[in-house]
């Protein structure tokens, strides 16, 4: 990588220095506030008992909700305009977040006992009171208005359910019997996306920041860059793969596109790719990096929970789409590349594979480790944060990843933003959950769904996917699969549906408003990085992120694309799925390998013949396979005339001026 482009690590630690309001007394005391709840959760993971102490499950849950929604108000300010320091309102809110979750959890044993959520003492109302307007404020905070919105509207149900009409009536509460439910009750806020941040989430978001600062983000970039900068089209490939494996492994579209953007989109535009083009590829790279095991998104930990499968089974069935979809992104931009002759980087900027390899097998080995231990000791609280250890140790021995003083600042800093940020979020969506649940709502929606569907599946896919789309843009895709995953998915395994197919299907719905406007938060992020147009830069993410749009008909309808059933039709399934996203790739970008250039007519009889082996179909394969020797046979009896090699020779040119200005480069230092 050329010398004067600093590295991920480099740029992870100054964005957040630059973007943090935090200076000395409200710095340490985050990162008290998030140690503090780390140790908490190691704690109760691993049944220390340190000092005495193990509580309860629900105050285990009381406490760190207090903690960290304590750490919300340090970190998130109120408003865009309040981030140059932490006025005192917030340090109000902060300690008065901590009165009501210690006096919960020191009261967890006779909460359990003595039902508090039917019949409580007044002040276990008026802390529980306390609590879900300082939740709703940190919901504000960190997911938005629409968020705050929804919470509230669902969170309140339960106060007029008597009145509403049809399959929307539902059980009424009163308004302390509505408090005490949400809070002191197992099916809100602290019901199942709760426990799984505490039980799950808190170690895998250690791991990926002990990965970071440790140097991660520039082994996996170099990586990328010694397998395929070479390529035509090499940055491309490179900010594809490397963003590809950071997502996976930090689960957070934006804070990806900022760390590896500013190394990867002015390496694009350097070699040719236009400014908004290689915004949308950074964008779909990193959107898509939450949905590629082993680590994913948050969400895909609260997918097994409601499904009631080991993470593994979630991971395993995620795989294959996910490759299917950075497949679609490579196609397109080798493609994109060859049809206009961009060649790879120079090879001075091409570090050496075996050297990348010396240098970062740390990751690797962890990575390894953490992947073995999910997928056959199914061990998914422990896992991660073995891994965490089993990469520290090994950096202390090697001076260029040793974690120190200011790295471990940064990795404690980094989890405590990014577990607020899950807590005031999911404990918001809890309100969701306990007022569509305690109202007996859900399951009348879904029944109802079921009925004006009249067991037409099409229609029901079709019906989920706009309303998964539409969410998604005013909610965060945690939020936006809870959401669906109580109302919808219910329906859909009831039609006979595969269950994971059916949650993975609102998944991936949900995910696409990052990459299409007139939201997409992922592609305006990655325009501002490449000082590209945000609409144009949208609109290009979206039909590189086409694949987004199909895929999830197809694994939903097929199972086995998402690894289930026999593995003879899991390898038909998954050929004919990669030849079909290669065709839509060479449609979209007008360029047939072997082919050259193709015209507009052309265009569409690939395009046609990808579709044929989309629809999964033995006929339709046949059909597509047929069209597709077709037409290089047709090619090749016009003497290869069928398509235009000016971009090979173009490229070709390209690279011999490429390769001379690299030897006279090397010829003048040896001079």
Known sequence: MASNIPSATEISLE????????RGASYWTTLALGTLGLLLAINQTFNLGLFGFQPLGNAFLYYLIGLFLAATFLYYPAWSGAKDKVPAYDWVLAVVA???????????????????????????????????????EGTRRCGGLILVAVALLFGSYPLFADYMPGFLWGTQYGFGETLRAHVLGVESVIGIPMQVVANLIIGFVVFGAALTVTGGGDFFMNFAMALMGRSRGG???VAVVSSGIMGSLSGSVIS?????????IPTMKKSGYPAHYAGAIEACSSTGGTLMPPVMGAVAFIMASFLNVPYAEVMIAAFLPALLFYLALLFQVDAYAARRGLIGL??????????TLKDGWPYLFSLAMLIYMLLFMRLDAYAPYYATIILLVIAVFKRSHRLDWRRLQYLMLNLTSSVAGLVSILAGIGLVVGGLSY?????????????????????????????????GMGMTVSACYIFLSILLAPALVEAGLNPLASHLFILYWGMLSYITPPVALAAITASGVAGSNAGRTGLYAMRLGSILFVLPFLFVTNPALILQGDIGHILL????????IWLVAAALEGYLY??????????????????????????????????????????????????SKDAQRLAEAKQAEQAEQEHNAQSQKVT
């Open 439 to 471: 109202t007996g709502v859900a399951g009348a929606f879904s029944r109802e769904l079921l009925l004006y569907a009249d067991g037409s599946i099409p229609l029901m896919l079709a019906a989920g996917a706009i309303t998964s789309f539409v969410l």
């Open 573 to 580: 399934s998954m050929t004919t799925a990669i030849a079909a």
């Open 15 to 22: 964005t957040d220095e630059k973007a943090s309001r935090l």
């Open 235 to 237: 940055p491309a490939k």
């Open 346 to 355: 120079p090879e001075s900027q091409i570090p050496r594979v075996i050297d």
């Open 594 to 643: 072997r082919v050259g250039a193709i015209n507009p007519a052309m265009r569409f009889l690939v395009l046609a013949a990808g579709a044929a082996l989309i629809y999964p179909e033995r006929l339709s394969d046949l059909l597509g396979v047929a069209m597709v020797i077709a037409i290089y046979i047709a090619d090749a009896a016009l003497g290869g005339r069928l398509g």
């Open 98 to 136: 901590l009165i009501p979750a210690i006096y919960l959890g020191q009261h967890g044993l006779q909460i359990i006992r003595e039902g508090w959520d039917f019949s409580a003492p007044i002040e276990a109302t008026i802390a529980s009171g306390a609590m879900l307007v300082l939740i709703l």
């Open 256 to 264: 990806n596109i900022l760390t590896t953007g500013p190394i990867t």
